[in-house]
């Protein structure tokens, strides 16, 4: 089904046909890989707290099974919902229908057999071993064409825009479109050896600075900025309340791009990389807080006046959750990229609380919140079940809480036991094992808040299954209704 | 000097580069404030947080 615009420009009337089938495309693929990828999130969080889950097979354990979880969850969940609202936004922002319908198409399906290679190489142990880049070369050359498609379909439709200025949500995209093609190109030069293994062209420090100066990035530009351009889109039209303040947004913007491309060396804290390069890491993570949070507060303060309706709709709840979580993380992130509280938090469970509460915090959050309020609107549909979304919204936040609250004092637990001294100046807990084993408590309680999280996503898939095979609505009987 | 500051100032080259990128890096930045702040902008920003809801919305 297809929206129609009009416009009278120059005192002509338009009329502008946007492709909304290539966004319901990509809304059903991002609610399948959504639960595929918080599925296996759960099975290797039951084999961290119970070993014979990795049922003694080489594809199933857990060395294999995370890499899958998290390609899964980034570029499945996450890729397609991000896709799925700058499909939508894009062209109602810019009043013009996608550029090529073909080049839309190349995009989805090269996206989803990108996906399902990775599902079939991953398992199989073919990887490249670099963190959130273990994709072998075969796919990530496929991946670079697939992104070529993608972005030459976007900058196409910017070039046919029927509006003068860009709105701040397109220079957020513009900025994903533009820093994934660069990082995963830089990142994954190899010299290819066989069809499934390559040798990467970096060495040493390069090779792990390289890799992380793409790990935090993919986590900036991947998981950041498209979703802040999602917020900032579509919490103004389902709060129905203009953006706070569109100043701040320009400032948040570049001052966010500015500063988050650098701050990749604080992975490598402690390493053999110069005491320079990871300070300008560190410091560029603390000078990250100040962006992060006038974002937030932009958020928060594009509510006033609609904080009643808060209480009743859910869409507006996960959305205000999403952008909470957006806040929290990003003050716990340059915290933990100080020296001294990274000597801690380094290799321990708090890492893993951390990267969730963005993850299912805020990433989640605001995904649902968006697919929610688009269901009815490109579908013409109501919502199946109305209550199950807030049915939805408790059990993820609990699941998310129980999560993180786990993972933090696991974290501090295992990091101040590492470092304990007795008396006489010898390790505490010198057996390694004996820290470990005491983690078990704290992984079946991260095991029950993410299982809570992956029922929250079921009833979400049966619910958006049941409203597109319900009646469509009357048009003047819109859920959020759109301003003319 | 501090010990860390002539530490990074060995280890780089093309040191003049990276200054240079570092002042057209914060013009650029303090270029874009004085345009979002800028008193004759004040409508245009009004008019762009609204844009979701008219123009950026569905007619």
């Given at each position: 089904m297809e929206r129609v615009a009009t416009g009278t420009g120059a005192g002509v009337s338009e009329t502008t046909v946007y492709d909304d089938q290539i966004v319901k495309m990509f809304f059903t693929a991002t609610t399948v890989w959504a639960l595929v990828g918080m599925l296996v999130g759960v099975i290797i969080a039951l084999q961290l707290a119970?070993?014979?889950?990795?049922?003694?097979?080489p594809w199933t354990t857990f060395g294999r099974l995370r890499p899958l979880h998290t390609n899964a969850v980034i570029f499945a969940f996450a890729g397609n919902v991000c896709f799925t609202g700058i499909y939508h936004s894009t062209q109602r922002l810019l009043k013009?229908?996608?550029?090529s319908d073909r080049l839309s198409r190349v995009h989805f399906w090269g996206w989803q057999s990108i996906i399902v290679a990775a599902a079939i190489t991953l398992p199989l142990g073919m990887t490249q071993s670099k963190e959130y880049a273990e994709l072998i070369w075969p796919i990530d050359v496929a991946i670079t064409l697939v992104w070529v498609a993608f972005g030459v379909n976007f900058f196409g439709t910017l070039a046919r825009r029927k509006v003068k200025h860009l709105y701040v949500a397109i220079w957020f995209y513009m900025s994903f479109v533009i820093t994934i093609a660069v990082l995963h190109i830089v990142n994954s030069l190899v010299i290819p050896a066989t069809l499934f293994r390559s040798y990467p062209i970096y060495a040493g420090l390069t090779d792990a600075l390289v890799q992380w100066w793409y790990g935090h990035n993919a986590v900036g530009f991947f998981l950041t900025t498209p979703f802040l351009g999602l917020m900032y889109y579509y919490l103004p039209r389902a709060a129905q309340r203009p953006v706070y303040s569109y100043r701040l947004s320009i400032v948040h913007f570049w001052g966010l791009v500015f500063l988050y491309i650098w701050a990749g060396p604080h992975h490598l804290l402690y390493s053999a990389l110069p005491d320079w390069a990871q300070t300008v890491g560190m410091v560029f993570s603390i000078m990250l807080l100040a962006p992060s949070w006038g974002g937030m507060l932009n958020g928060l303060l594009t509510l006033r006046g609609a904080w009643d309706r808060v209480r009743t709709d859910p869409i507006l709840k996960f959305m205000v959750v999403a952008v909470s979580f957006y806040g929290m993380s990003t003050f716990e992130g340059p915290m933990m990229s100080i020296r001294a509280v990274n000597s801690l938090a380094h290799y321990t469970n708090w890492v893993i609380g951390h990267v969730h509460s963005g993850a299912l915090g805020w990433v989640g959050m605001i995904s649902f919140g968006m697919m929610y309020w688009m269901i009815q609107d490109i579908w013409k549909r109501k919502l199946a079940h109305p209550s199950w979304a807030t049915h939805h919204f408790w059990l993820a936040t609990i699941g998310i809480v129980l999560y993180t609250v786990a993972m933090w004092a696991a974290g501090l637990m295992e990091g101040l036991q590492w470092r304990a001294l007795n008396d006489a100046g010898r390790?505490?807990?010198?057996?390694?094992l004996d820290i470990t084993t005491r983690l078990e408590p704290f992984l079946w309680l991260r095991l029950l808040g993410g299982t809570l999280y992956l029922i929250g996503a079921i009833m979400m898939a049966v619910n958006f299954w049941q409203t597109i095979r319900g009646p469509e609505r009357p048009a003047?009987?819109?859920?959020v209704p759109a301003a003319a | 000097m501090n010990t860390l500051l002539r530490e990074a100032a060995a280890s780089v080259q093309m040191g003049w580069l990276l200054g240079a990128m570092t002042v057209v890096f914060l013009v650029c930045f303090v270029g874009w404030i004085v345009y979002a702040y800028h008193p004759r902008n004040r409508e245009l920003m009004e008019e762009m947080a609204r844009m979701p809801l008219g123009d950026g919305g569905d007619s």
């Open positions: 119970w070993w014979p889950a990795n049922l003694g097979l013009t229908r996608m550029y390790l505490a807990h010198p057996i390694f003047d009987a819109a859920a | -």
